[in-house]
């Protein structure tokens, strides 16, 4: 296995587990959160979800000056419908990530356009992987406030 597909493996696995808790969220709490500068509960899953849009264009190397999501102005429905809106963008990315050899995600150099830090690609791939399992831990948070009863994903 290379490292490309290690990458993958790992963010799938992250997915996984995200999709689960994001699958315990009951209609009434979509617009729960924890106080008024936090996104709401649906607010966090389409932000997860529309960043493997945004992180497609940059690992690729593309412009990100006129960014505009294909999410803006859609409204939320449910999270099921954020996901199936989320699976061609989900499949682009990792398509992409799987076309890096070791040496491509060893030698090519990413800036990130939120802070200006040049970073490898393979370790800028990590790092997407870690925002999302942060948004985990605040979804997991987001439920124990909301008193609902919190997935299992420590499989």
């Known amino acids: 296995?290379?490292?490309?597909?290690?990458?993958?493996?790992?963010?799938?696995?992250?997915?996984?587990?995200s999709i689960a808790l994001w699958q315990g969220l009951p209609i009434e709490y979509y617009n729960w959160k924890p106080d008024e500068n936090a996104m709401t509960a649906i607010e966090m899953v389409?932000?997860?979800?529309?960043?493997?849009?945004g992180w497609n264009i940059i690992i690729n190397q593309g412009?990100?000056?006129?960014?505009?999501?294909p999410w803006e102005n859609r409204p939320f429905k449910?999270?099921?419908?954020?996901?199936?809106?989320?699976?061609?963008?989900?499949?682009?990315f990792l398509n992409s990530v799987q076309q890096f050899s070791d040496r491509a995600l060893a030698d090519t150099?990413?800036?990130?356009?939120?802070?200006?830090?040049?970073?490898?690609?393979?370790?800028?791939?990590l790092r997407i992987?870690?925002?999302?399992?942060v948004h985990a831990g605040q979804f997991i948070s987001y439920l124990r406030g909301m008193g609902v009863e919190r997935p299992f994903i420590w499989d």
């Open 1 to 17: 296995m290379n490292q490309a597909e290690l990458i993958i493996l790992n963010f799938n696995e992250i997915r996984r587990k």
């Open 129 to 133: 992987g870690y925002h999302e399992s």
């Open 63 to 69: 412009d990100m000056s006129n960014y505009r999501t």
């Open 109 to 125: 150099h990413i800036v990130h356009p939120g802070n200006g830090e040049l970073k490898p690609l393979g370790q800028y791939l």
């Open 78 to 92: 449910s999270v099921e419908d954020e996901l199936t809106f989320a699976e061609p963008y989900r499949k682009t």
């Open 46 to 53: 389409r932000h997860v979800l529309q960043a493997d849009y």
